[in-house]
């Protein structure tokens, strides 16, 4: 079993930064696909960033490439996700979600993803 913890979330201005936290406790997260999502009421869940268990590749929705940035610290079995240059659109519940054997192609698709945190809220004042 998997536990994902998120933190960091908070109201921000636009243009202002934030690092949200998932500390992942149940598997090292070097064996792990995780991948960070949002969602707005009314909507789907939306991928925003992923991070590959081997060979560290790193995927970003369009929307956010350029600003933010996925990261993992195998030592604290914690993956990051820092949001720069945030804009009111941001504002959403951010989750984090670890699955294994996600291939790149499919990394954007929250099917693919096992265990999910409980999210935490992101927003943006303009």
């Known amino acids: 079993q998997v536990q994902l913890v998120e933190s960091g979330g908070g109201w921000v201005q636009t243009g202002g930064s934030l690092r949200l936290s998932c500390v992942v406790s149940?598997?090292?997260?070097?064996?792990?696909?995780v991948g960070w999502f949002r969602q707005t009421p009314g909507n789907e869940r939306e991928f925003v960033a992923g991070?590959?268990?081997?060979?560290?590749?790193?995927v970003y929705s369009e929307s956010v490439k350029g600003r933010f940035t996925i990261s993992k610290d195998n030592g604290k079995n914690t993956v990051y996700l820092d949001m720069n240059s945030l804009k009111p659109e941001d504002t959403a519940v951010y989750y984090c979600?670890?699955?294994?054997?996600?291939?790149?192609?499919?990394?954007?698709?929250?099917?693919?993803?096992?265990?999910w945190g409980q999210g935490t809220q992101v927003t943006v004042s303009s």
């Open positions: 149940g598997r090292p997260i070097r064996m792990l696909t």
């Open positions: 979600a670890s699955g294994e054997r996600i291939i790149v192609g499919l990394i954007r698709s929250a099917a693919r993803y096992d265990y």
């Open positions: 991070h590959k268990q081997t060979g560290g590749a790193t």
